[in-house]
């Protein structure tokens, strides 16, 4: 009952500080012109991967987040494009779905497939008895700060079954610094408390 306190007390602290992120770096106010653009290939991409009930506004607020829909976008890091993926992950997904072999993370149409192609394949390995809106915050956060870096905090809960709020209690506790939390934890409550609301005319959101 003890440790169950503390993991209520260590996530309402991690929201706060997400809350408080969320004010200091706050998600751009309006939908950048270009993405207007691409708003039709994002849909046809995300039906082709996951279905007519796709959660596109997910995934444009995704892209809002990693480029503000510039395909030529470099960060400080190395990632590229519309979908800032390092190179590395470039080439590891390019082995996951044939139609990505050609490696072009500056191509709109490739960076958008391989997005929705990587949280595809993320979803899947978060834990089925999370509801959709949980699953994609685990596949989020898997897609900032990596899936490995997740399951290791899972574990470091000691729960057999923990939840989704217990895991992100122990962010820090395992192989992942703790300096990169705020940002890991930010990351999905940006794109979907604060930016997927903008895009709610695209397509279904969670």
């Not at 993405?35 to 849909?43: C, E, S, T, Y």
């Not at 991409?45 to 009930?53: F, P, S, V």
């Not at 939840?163 to 990351?187: F, I, M, S």
Request: glycine content about 6%.
């Amino acid at each position: 009952m003890r440790q169950a306190l503390k993991d209520l007390a260590a996530a309402v602290g991690l929201v706060l500080a997400c809350a408080l992120l969320s004010f200091v770096l706050p998600a751009r106010a309006q939908v950048p012109q270009a993405a207007q653009q691409h708003r039709a290939l994002l849909v046809r991409t995300a039906h082709a991967a996951w279905g007519l009930d796709a959660p596109v506004a997910v995934f444009a607020a995704q892209v809002h987040q990693e480029s503000a829909w510039r395909s030529d976008a470099v960060s400080r890091v190395g990632a590229q494009g519309l979908a800032q993926f390092m190179p590395a992950t470039s080439r590891w997904i390019a082995g996951i779905d044939p139609a990505l072999a050609a490696q072009q993370p500056f191509s709109p149409a490739w960076a958008l497939r391989a997005l929705v192609i990587y949280d595809r394949w993320l979803y899947d390995r978060t834990p089925a008895r999370y509801t959709p809106r949980e699953r994609m915050h685990v596949a989020l956060r898997a897609y900032n700060g990596g899936l490995g870096h997740w399951q290791a905090e899972a574990a470091a809960t000691g729960a057999v079954r923990p939840t989704q709020a217990q895991v992100d209690a122990a962010c820090g506790r395992a192989k992942r610094a703790p300096v990169h939390c705020p940002e890991n934890l930010g990351y999905p409550h940006r794109i979907l408390v604060l930016i997927q609301p903008r895009y709610a005319a695209w397509g279904p959101g969670l």
